[in-house]
Structures are given as structure tokens and as C-alpha cells.
């Protein structure tokens, strides 16, 4: 009776139901061995040796394994299809050869397949090969890569930029993205200009709308018309003539499908459509294949199997007619770069159950599902068949012409079922339907005008206005007969990205890889280096000085053509055709230099490198034409920038005598010191600290040398409502400072005061014959400033009569109720402190980032559980051994880096 290993015990599970008794399935719970993160677990001096650790939460694993085989005699590797699931079931082979669980009579083989169904895995059972020696070589490359970058260049960020945190191969590469995109944000000018519109009748009494294309005999390029006065002139040239129809040519057009999802479209989809995030979709996506819904979901193929091809061409017949079958069936291949196709693309096994059939209870899962299923659909459906119309409108003297463009689908196609979605669209006409237009008839102006709240020519006009239910930013002008108008447009920069647009760049470069898209953006933000927010990714302070550093000190180890030749030799490792040893020797030779050279460098003699290769964006040219790098507060020390533990800012060179600091930002920028105004004397401040912004009365003085400050209120890492930075008024600022509030005196004596603390508003109270002061926890933090009596008095009897709930809580209701552990005891998901977790007896798991209370199972609970029992036993102090004699003192060794460098890119 063979063992079979798989990574996950769903897996094991759904593998186990096809295979039947005839075999034992086990888990590896992933990878079971790893490069401790120290000093010497890659040795270039010994040809690149690498030291491999079974990880505490592993070894029980192994030994299950192991006994397993004692009885069974027969491996079976049936990991992931990929270079990581390779890579597993190498270890596993080695760690249990070292165990000796494998004996020489031990057959060992390697199975795979794309998905479990029973299908899939019979015929994967029925073709056993060997691990794959040169993926199994390239995963080495890689990891030996990733390790030699992070535990080399880490130490240097933490030695010359305090508060950076480790550096990775990929990781850093990702980041300049981000970063010199915000750059160019904060370095585009913006450019005005102006466009013409008209509202024009049929002589049937139909209404549509034209744009200027021709003034003055001239074709207008997008600038021509740069201001507003050549925008009037152009709105008196097509009033004043009398227009025609010039042509009308109807064009037929087709749209074809997308191809059907391999991982960054399907990442890059959820996010568009969903808001997901990639490590999000990328969880869904494994419970679905570990279920048996969904093929592979780390590929970068988009091939489908023939036998799939078939079946899905027979759903869309079945569902939808053989007209929307075409004659052939569509073969898709991979155009981005470096893509190597080696599985097939992600698809539902089953084309005959769609979302509902399923019944899928996670929403995530759900949704996934559901785009998956249209797209696979949609890829081997007609062509949609359009009809786009162009229409000509002329004057008679030929001075003036406008265009109206619309289309109409003729055969929906693939459109009935999926659309894929763009990012960062841009506005069009094009989508619109157009009446029935004849050539050479009139095009007289319409009686009803232009939609919208606009001003005549001349007048002031609104800031922003509405056009057929578009927003324009700008200035709107409108003609006395109210239907030609025009608007202004000023171009825009652009955008930052989001997680969807960041992989789809990635993609594009060559950088990363379908399995590592997911941890890169995800750890970039768990750093601190990015913030996501409205789902766009904007550079921390943090993040831009690292990214300046590495592109100054380590250009070509940030440079996207080198970090894509890199995984182009890696994928030649991986194919057979070149020595992984080799690839490493070339890389350490030149990267080790590297690192020698900054190992000198003072952190003085860094920033300012770093302060002149920002100065255009530290230092921007000021309105009132005085030096930039003058402080603005002193008005005589010097700007530069400095460095903290929470990133890099400008200060003055003239502290502790002048404290003004700044973002690197820019002067204005959010965190800027800002001056609200004087209360009782004194100046109160608005400054950005370490902890966040934070008000300040006065400034420190020797015989006041702190004085009082009050962080501006938060509740779960959000501003409250109204007092933000950028809400934050004078009077509001003084409200802050005279914290505690005092709500009034008790009728047992004591006052009664509210306030924000470390666990957010309270109000508190001692009796006089109280030792210890009695705190209530509020749930709205305007409370501290609105609360009265009766009702604080109310809350501290409660708590009085209630005590030993923490700060003021009563019992917590679960957020969901998940049943009993298989060991016994309820199971609940909690909410807390900082965030929702799985709460068992005594173990609390934090549920991870992005996941949904609602979509927590007991199967998910049950493994968090199990993941942080297993680290708490680690944790455990041990127990204290007998005392032995002294030994002899042994030399003090070299001391490694404190701080575990990133294991992946």
C-alpha cells in the first residue's frame, strides 16, 4: 500500500476519496525544510553549499511520513506541478533519505497532474517519473540568489539608512516601480486645454452629440484650442455658420475574447472587478483547486487541453446556441515574455457546473469561481460582431467640422457572458448610439441644449461640471443658443498603481514569476516600504529612501533588464541548458564587490548622496522665488534630509534650536509642522512625529522641554471622523491639549474624566475608597468629547458590578460560530484588538490578512489553530538544566546580523 505525499491535508483529503484504501495519503503541510536564517547557510566559498533545517512545525510531518513507510514500502511524490512543488518533494525525498525512512529497496517515484479529479489523478498514478533534477536546480538558484542578496544587502540598509528594513531580489525592483511612478506624479506638470462640443438635431427631430475636429480650415490637434479665449473664439466659429452632413460611414467591427486566465490575469481580474487583493485571490483559488473546481493555479500558460477545448464548446452550445460556437476552436499562446507554458491555464474542471451549481458558501471562492467559469467560457465563444458609424459635419465654407462617433452591437458573442475589465479607462464617445443620420442633410442645432449646469461665455464659471453624466474638472462655456459648448480639460498624471496594474508591469518586464507575484506585493506593504490605500499602492517615506539608496549604491542589482536576463538564466537552468553553480559565481563575483564598496561609507556620507540625488523633489522651486533649502521656520538654517526609524524626512540644520521638519514629500505635503494659531500665548502646532501627526503647544524651551502634545484621535488605525490632519482646526487642536476631559464630579466623590488611551476612548473614575481607578471602554470615540453624566455614570456602575472583563467590556459575542474541535471545545471567531481571530480554549490565531470573518471554516480554523499552538511550543522557555561545572571560555565567535533577511524574492 504505497504513501502518497501532497502539501495540504485538503488535498489529502480529495486525493484520498479518488484513491480509495489502496493507498495512504499524507500532507507535507507544505515545505518541510528550509536555509536557516543565519549567517553560512550558503557558503560561496565551498561552492556554494547550502545548509537545509527541517522547521519545528515540520518535523512531525516527516515523522509521520516515515512511519508510514515502515509499513508501506513504496513513495509516491504527488506535489504541485510546478518549481516549488518540485522543489518539495526533492526535500522530502532527502529528509527522509537521512532519516533512513527510504531503503535501497524503496521505490520512489513522481507523479503530477493539473487537477484533482479522479480522472487527473488515475492517469497521473498510471505515469510515475523522477523529481526533476533541473527544476530541482533552478529552485536551488533561486533560493541560493534570494538568500545571498537578503543576508548581504540587509545588513547594509540597516547599517546606513536606520528604520530599513531587509532588502529582497525581486521585492527591491518592485518597489522602484512604485516609486519612481509616484516621481513622475509629483514631478508632471499639468497642461491645459480646451475642447468644443455641439448638440445637433436630425431634421426627424433626434438629438446627438459632435465634437470639433476642424477649425479655421485647420485639423485641431488635442493643444490647439490652449485657453479659454480660443476656446470662446472657437464657440463663435461654429455658432455662426450653418452645418451639414457630410458623410456617414458605417464600418462593421469584431471584438474578440480574452484568453482564458493563467495567474497574474486572473490576480490582475479579481483585483479590477473584486477589489481583491493577489494573495487573496490566490487563497481562494487554492481552496478551490484542493477541492477539485478549478485546474492549476500558479501557470503561466494559456493553453487549454483538447478534451477541456470540447467540453467547454459543448456547454456554450448547450447553454446558449450553435450560433455562438464558431466553426473552430480558438488556440491561444503566450505573448509576454519569458513565459515558459508548462501547465495548462486556469480553468473549471467541470464546464457543465457553473457558480450555482456549486453552492459554494465563501464569497471569495464564490466570485472567483464565477469569473473563471465566464472566462473559460467566453475564450472559446463567437466573435462579438459591432457596427461603428463615423459621422462627418461640415460647414459650407469648409472652416468648420465636428465628428460624431457611436457604434451598436450587431451579435453579442462572447459579450453575453464575459467582459474583461481595463484599468484606468479613459473617457469616450464611442459607446454611444447614434439616430439615423443621412448624408447631406442639415445638422441645425438642437432646441433643448447641452445637459448640465453651465454659464454663458464670459461669466464665471463652475469649478466642476456634469456633461451626460461625465464629471470634468475645469471650466465649462456655453453659447447663447445653449447647444455648443466648451470645456476645459487639464491632463492628467499617471495613475499610481494598483495591485492588478503593478503585476500586469511585471509581467511585461520579465520580473517575478506566476507563484511569487502574490508574497512580493504582499510583503513590500507588510515592510512598511508601501501603503495600499483605495487600492492603490503609494510609496511610504521609508520605502522611497530605500529604493534612492539601492539606485544609487546597487543600480544594476535594481535594474529591470537585469533582474529579467537574470530569470531568463534561470529558466535555462530549469530547461536543462545551463549550470546553476556557474549562473551563481557569476552573480556573487560582481555583487560582493558591490558590497565591499559601501561597507566603508558613513551614514553622513550616504544622505548626502541621497539629499542631492532628491534635490528636485526635496527642494522645488518656491512661488515667492527665495531659496528652497531655507528653512521656512528660522529663516536661516539650512534644509537637508535626515533619517529616523520610521524613514527619511527634511529638517533644519539648525536643531535642536529650530525643530521644523517636513516629508520628503515636498513643503506642503501631508505631515508638513503647520502653524494653527496661538491660544492663551502660546503657538499650537500641528506636527508629524514618529507615532503620527500629533499637536503641540509652544515649542520646547530650557526650562520647558516638553511640552504638552496630544496625538490626534484614532480608532482601529483610522483617523476619527473629523479630526484628521487635515480637518484639524485651532479650536479642535486646543480641545486635543486639555485632555482629559473632565465630565464632572461624582456623587461618591472623584472625578469623572474621558480620554484617548493605548486601547482608544475611555472614561475613568475612582471612588475615594477605591484603590485602583475604574475604566470603560467607549465604542465611539466622538464620545470623549460629547459624553455627559448620567450616562458615564451609567457605564461605570455597569463595570462596577461587572468587573474582571477587561477595560470596561462585557462578555464578546462571536462574530460566527463554528462548532466543536475535533479534540473537543467550541470554536468561535472573535473580534479583537487588532482584527478578527480564531479563538479555541486557550489558543487565539489572528485570522490572515484580507480574510472575511464570514468565510472562516472549521477547516481553516482547525490548521490556524494548529500553526499557532505549534508556535507557541516554540516559543516555550526550556526547562532548566542541572548546573555543570564551568567550562573552559571558547573565543567569542563573530556575531551574525540580528534580523532574518526575506527567504523569497
Known amino acids: 500500500m504505497p504513501v502518497v505525499v501532497v502539501e495540504s491535508p485538503a488535498k489529502a483529503k480529495t486525493i484520498n476519496k479518488y484513491l480509495g484504501s489502496d493507498y495512504t495519503v499524507l500532507a507535507s503541510y507544505g515545505h518541510v525544510r528550509d536555509l536557516p536564517a543565519k549567517n553560512g547557510s550558503v557558503d560561496p566559498e565551498a561552492d556554494f553549499e547550502m545548509k537545509w533545517e527541517i522547521g519545528a512545525d515540520s518535523r512531525k510531518h516527516v515523522k509521520a511520513i516515515a512511519d508510514a513507510l515502515k509499513d508501506d514500502n513504496a513513495l509516491i511524490l504527488a506535489t504541485d506541478p510546478d518549481r516549488e512543488g518540485e522543489a518539495i518533494s526533492w526535500h522530502l525525498e532527502e529528509a527522509l533519505r537521512k532519516r533512513r525512512a527510504i531503503k535501497k529497496d524503496t521505490p520512489v517515484s513522481r507523479v503530477v497532474f493539473n487537477a484533482i479529479t479522479k480522472t487527473a489523478v488515475t492517469e497521473a498514478m498510471q505515469n510515475p517519473r523522477q523529481v526533476d533534477a533541473p527544476l530541482v536546480e533552478a529552485y536551488l538558484a533561486r533560493r541560493a540568489l534570494d538568500y545571498l542578496v537578503g543576508f548581504n544587502l540587509s545588513p547594509v540598509l540597516w547599517r546606513k539608512l536606520p528604520g530599513a528594513r531587509s532588502a529582497g531580489r525581486v521585492q527591491s525592483v518592485c518597489l522602484r516601480l512604485i516609486v519612481e511612478r509616484e516621481m513622475e506624479i509629483e514631478a508632471f506638470r499639468p497642461r491645459e486645454y480646451w475642447s468644443v462640443k455641439a448638440l445637433l438635431t436630425t431634421p426627424r427631430g433626434q438629438d446627438y452629440e ?49 484568453p482564458p486566465f493563467m495567474t497574474s490575469t486572473l490576480q490582475q481580474e479579481a483585483s479590477r472587478k473584486f477589489g481583491m487583493g493577489a494573495r487573496q485571490a490566490m487563497n481562494a483559488a487554492q481552496r478551490l483547486y484542493e477541492a477539485g473546481h478549478i485546474t492549476y493555479m500558479r501557470t503561466d500558460g494559456i493553453d487549454m487541453a483538447p478534451e477541456a477545448v470540447d467540453a467547454t464548446r459543448a456547454a456554450i452550445k448547450d447553454r446558449y446556441g450553435a450560433e455562438f460556437v464558431p466553426d473552430k476552436a480558438r488556440i491561444y499562446k503566450n505573448k509576454a515574455k519569458n513565459a515558459q507554458e508548462a501547465h495548462e491555464c486556469i480553468r473549471p474542471t467541470d464546464m457543465t457546473k457553473d457558480m450555482e451549481a456549486l453552492k459554494l458558501r465563501e464569497s471569495d471562492q464564490a466570485r472567483l469561481y464565477d469569473l473563471i467559469w465566464k472566462r473559460t467560457m467566453a475564450c472559446q465563444m463567437e466573435s462579438a460582431r459591432l457596427e461603428r458609424t463615423v459621422v462627418e459635419i461640415a460647414s459650407q465654407d469648409g472652416q468648420v467640422g465636428l465628428r460624431a462617433n457611436g457604434q451598436r452591437i450587431a451579435f453579442e458573442g462572447f459579450l453575453k457572458v464575459y467582459e474583461e475589465g481595463r484599468d484606468d479607462v479613459a473617457e469616450s464617445d464611442d459607446d454611444r448610439i447614434l439616430p439615423q443620420i443621412m448624408e447631406g442633410e442639415p445638422a441645425k442645432f438642437a432646441k433643448s441644449g447641452l445637459e448640465g449646469d453651465y454659464t454663458k461665455a464670459g461669466d464665471s464659471a463652475p469649478a466642476v461640471v456634469e456633461t451626460s453624466g461625465i464629471q470634468r474638472n475645469g471650466k465649462a462655456l456655453l453659447s447663447e443658443n445653449t447647444a455648443v459648448l466648451a470645456l476645459q480639460h487639464h ?15 511585471m ?12 508574497s512580493i506585493v504582499t510583503t513590500i506593504q507588510e515592510r512598511g516600504y508601501v501603503l495600499k490605500e483605495k487600492n492603490r499602492l503609494i510609496p511610504e517615506d521609508k520605502g522611497r529612501i530605500v529604493t534612492i539608496f539601492l539606485l544609487n549604491f546597487f543600480r544594476k542589482y535594481v535594474g529591470y533588464e537585469f533582474t529579467a536576463d537574470l530569470e531568463e538564466d ?74 529616523s526609524q520610521t524613514g527619511g524626512f527634511v529638517g533644519c540644520g539648525n536643531y535642536p534650536e529650530c525643530t521644523y521638519t517636513r516629508p520628503i514629500a ?4 501631508d505631515g508638513e509642522e503647520k502653524l494653527l494659531g496661538e491660544d492663551q500665548g502660546d503657538e499650537i502646532w500641528l506636527k508629524a512625529g514618529r507615532f503620527g501627526p500629533y499637536v503641540q503647544r509652544g515649542e520646547p524651551t530650557p526650562e520647558n522641554k516638553k511640552p504638552p502634545r496630544a496625538s490626534l484621535p484614532k480608532q482601529k488605525g483610522q483617523y476619527v471622523p473629523g479630526w484628521g490632519p487635515d480637518d484639524l482646526t485651532l479650536e479642535k487642536a486646543v480641545t486635543l491639549l486639555s485632555l482629559p476631559r473632565e465630565i464632572g464630579e461624582h456623587s461618591e466623590g472623584g472625578m469623572i474624566k474621558s480620554n484617548f488611551g493605548r486601547f482608544g476612548p ?22 470623549v468629547f460629547e459624553i455627559g453624566m448620567n450616562h458615564a455614570v451609567e457605564l461605570l456602575e455597569h463595570k462596577r458590578a461587572n468587573p474582571g472583563r477587561g477595560r470596561g467590556r462585557t462578555a464578546v459575542k462571536p462574530l460566527k460560530e463554528l462548532g466543536d474541535h475535533p479534540d473537543g471545545g467550541p470554536v468561535n471567531v472573535m473580534e479583537g484588538r487588532y482584527g478578527p481571530y480564531v479563538k479555541w480554549e486557550k489558543v487565539n490565531a489572528t485570522l490572515p490578512k484580507d480574510t472575511e470573518p464570514k468565510d472562516v471554516t472549521m477547516e481553516m480554523a482547525v490548521k490556524l489553530i494548529e500553526e499557532k499552538a505549534g508556535k507557541s511550543k516554540k516559543k516555550a522557555p526550556a526547562k532548566k538544566a542541572a548546573k555543570k561545572p564551568a567550562a573552559k571560555k571558547a573565543p567569542a565567535k563573530k556575531a551574525a546580523p540580528k534580523k532574518a533577511a526575506a527567504k523569497e524574492e
Not at 540625488?613 to 528660522?634: F, H, M, N, V
Not at 515636498?666 to 505635503?669: I, K, L, R, S, V
Request: with cysteine.
Open 762 to 783: 475611555y472614561v475613568m473614575h475612582q471612588k475615594p475608597d477605591e484603590e485602583k481607578p475604574v475604566y470603560v471602554n467607549l465604542k465611539d470615540p466622538i464620545e
Open 507 to 518: 509581467e511585461e518586464l520579465g520580473i517575478g514569476r506566476p507563484s511569487t507575484y502574490a
Open 570 to 643: 534561470l529558466d535555462k537552468v530549469s530547461a536543462g541548458e545551463g549550470d546553476y553553480k556557474e549562473l551563481l559565481k557569476r552573480f556573487w563575483q560582481d555583487f560582493s564587490a558591490a558590497i565591499a564598496e559601501t561597507s566603508d561609507l558613513r551614514i553622513a556620507q550616504v544622505l548626502d548622496v541621497l539629499d542631492e540625488a532628491l534635490s528636485d523633489q526635496l527642494y522645488p522651486p518656491r512661488e515667492d522665488g527665495t531659496d528652497p533649502r531655507i528653512c521656512p521656520k528660522c529663516g536661516t538654517g539650512q534644509l537637508h534630509l535626515k533619517t
Open 666 to 669: 515636498g513643503e506642503g505635503a
Open 210 to 258: 459632435a465634437r470639433l475636429t476642424v477649425h479655421a480650415g485647420k485639423k485641431l490637434d488635442k493643444y490647439d484650442l490652449e485657453n479659454e479665449t480660443a476656446a470662446e473664439l472657437a464657440v463663435q466659429a461654429v455658432t455662426s455658420r450653418d452645418l451639414f452632413v457630410k458623410s456617414v460611414e458605417a464600418k462593421p467591427a469584431t471584438r474578440n475574447p480574452s
Open 491 to 505: 491632463t492628467q498624471p499617471p495613475p499610481r498603481y494598483t495591485e492588478a496594474t503593478l503585476v500586469k508591469k
